[in-house]
């Protein structure tokens, strides 16, 4: 399974971004995706994670009832939607399926997704 990510670029702080994730095949066998982020200097961090249905979700405190992620099955596209961006949530965005249930393990730990797509740069101007 190949991910290709997209939607990144330079938004003011206030603003909305929409990134999308797209795989090469069918993502079914993809029972977790997951967004992570990170930015220079500091260490890949968890953001979100969404189950094989979409009933469950999980998000970072820090982009709690800001960020929203989505599966679309028809496009075999996961989609995360950013309002109200700030300067701290600027960072290169990498999304990430991996083929164990979302209950199975630590889903905030990279090492729990198996495959990745190539990151996405997010800028946010103050």
């Known amino acids: 399974v190949q991910l290709q990510a997209s939607g990144g670029g330079l938004v003011q702080a206030g603003g909305s971004l929409r990134l999308a994730c797209v795989a090469s095949e069918h993502t079914f066998r993809l029972y977790r995706m997951g967004w992570f982020r990170q930015a220079p200097g500091k260490e890949r961090e968890f953001v979100t994670a969404?189950?094989?249905?979409?009933?469950?979700?999980y998000y970072a405190d820090s982009v709690k009832g800001r960020f929203t992620i989505l599966r679309e099955y028809a496009k075999n596209t996961v989609y995360l939607q950013m309002n109200s961006l700030k300067p701290e949530d600027m960072a290169v965005y990498s999304c990430a399926g991996g083929s164990r249930p979302l209950s199975v393990g630590d889903y905030r730990m990279p090492n729990e997704y198996d495959y990745w797509g190539q990151g996405t740069q997010v800028t946010v101007s103050s």
């Open positions: 969404i189950n094989w249905s979409g009933s469950t979700t």
